[in-house]
């Protein structure tokens, strides 16, 4: 791998500025499962039944029992190497942003200060009838004590804080996203399979507009063929020796 590693490390010193793409691969390695892939969490939930607002709407206790066993997974989880790097090079200057589709926070739990979560984050839940908006640790502790977390101002059930099937993107966010892929002169795609729009039409951003585009993913992708350089390992491993070139 030292020759990719090598040419990638060439390719963030000379295009800067440089902004990371993370999908679920970059997740993955901290023990976080992923939803699309053939052992994934949509081989065995049905998303229709789960992760859509209807039917947020229709059974919010239901769609709660599936969050609840993955919030114990995310709130265990720990950084990874790759988040850890992705945290350094951004101190040095070598990465100006993250815009992740993972809603996990393990980017600013490693020290990324400028994280954009496209996707939305379990960070905090709130209440689609009057706005109340609940942190993390209140929400596991009325897991704890209740199938799924009610409002202490109205009652209501609380949604998480993350982008069901139905819903529209943050609109801060996926602007943003947009406006560093078009300025960015490399957009490093990592742990991604870039098939979820609108965030996979960001490299189309970087390329349209000069940029160049890398790849870091296990598995292809549609958009390898725009692709500088593509490197099909983990994202821990790669980011890691990544950094440490670039050290």
């Known amino acids: 791998m030292d020759e990719p590693i090598r040419a990638l490390a060439a390719l963030v010193r000379e295009r800067q500025p440089c902004v990371v793409l993370t999908g679920a691969g970059v997740s993955t390695e901290s023990g976080i499962p992923d939803f699309r892939s053939p052992t994934g969490i949509w081989a065995e939930y049905d998303p229709m039944e789960y992760a859509t607002i209807d039917a947020f709407r229709r059974d919010p206790v239901k769609v709660w029992e599936f969050y609840a066993l993955r919030f114990e997974v995310l709130v265990s989880a720990e950084p990874n190497a790759g988040h850890l790097a992705l945290a350094e090079l951004e101190r040095r200057g070598l990465v100006q942003a993250v815009v992740t589709q ?104 970087t390329v349209s507009a000069g940029g160049e585009l890398a790849i870091v993913n296990r598995g292809s992708t549609p958009f390898d063929g725009l692709a500088s350089i593509r490197i099909a390992g983990g994202a821990g491993e790669t980011l890691a020796a990544l950094a440490e070139e670039l050290a």
């Open 102 to 205: 993972n809603i996990d926070g393990l980017h600013e739990r490693a020290g990324s200060r400028d994280v954009v979560e496209v996707h939305g984050s379990i960070r905090t839940a709130s209440c689609l009838e009057c706005g109340e908006q609940v942190p993390l640790d209140a929400v596991v502790a009325a897991l704890r004590a209740a199938p799924a977390p009610s409002c202490s101002r109205c009652g209501a059930i609380l949604k998480p804080d993350v982008v069901m099937f139905g819903e529209m993107l943050p609109v801060d966010a996926i602007e943003r996203a947009t406006e560093l892929a078009r300025r960015a002169g490399l957009l490093l795609a990592v742990g991604s399979t870039l098939e979820v729009y609108p965030v996979a039409g960001l490299p189309e951003e």
